[in-house]
């Protein structure tokens, strides 16, 4: 039995449901509000299940991961008919360089908590936040667009002609990049991708307009 941990909007938990679809993989799906005031995921009950109180949370059977670049590396070893990274060692090198600039380097500054300390204790207002939010997402979206525009690895995706690791990190950023009105016209070519990946079902059913925990209104 598998089940995710996750929120609509949390796009490491995105990460996750692309994967687990473009798998064909099934699973419940365990909403953990995130929202200030709620903040489910600091509750006693959540962290006896994940000490780091955030999502997403994956159970497997025995198997228990937080972190989503290792569930997303788990699922790909472990469920390998439909695989995300590609074959040698050079390529998968290629494609987690991608995926890495994204989750370590534009996501982490962006989180929520970090969002909520730059407001409660360094003076942040809605609009110096959202400022930030921007642009660490230009400053890697701009590095991000050099590399993917000029690589030979390039095709319809990140990694040639296939929805692949990159992608699965590329989309959520991109979704985030969309609702903080981010000007991304200036990185035509993850634009197009993003494009090709939402025209796909497990990008669609993966959405966060599409989850059970998504508001009605
Ligand atoms: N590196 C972690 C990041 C997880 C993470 O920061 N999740 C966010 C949502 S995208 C979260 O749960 N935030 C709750 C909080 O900051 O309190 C991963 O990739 O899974």
Redesign the pocket.
Known sequence: MRTLFG?FR????YRVRIALALKGLEYKYEAVN?VPGV?E??SDAYRRLNPQ????YFVDGEVKL????AILEYLDEVYPATKLLPEGAVDRAYVRQLSSLI?CDI??LN???VLQKLKAEFGADDAATKKWYGDWIVEGFTALEKIVSASPHTGKFCFGDKPGMADIYLAPQMWNARRFDVDTSTFPTLVRIDAACNKLEPFIAAAPENQPDTPKS
């Open positions: 929120y949390s796009s490491a938990a995130l903040s995921q600091k109180g955030r999502v997403p937080s972190q989503s670049p989750a996501h982490p989180n929520l908590s």
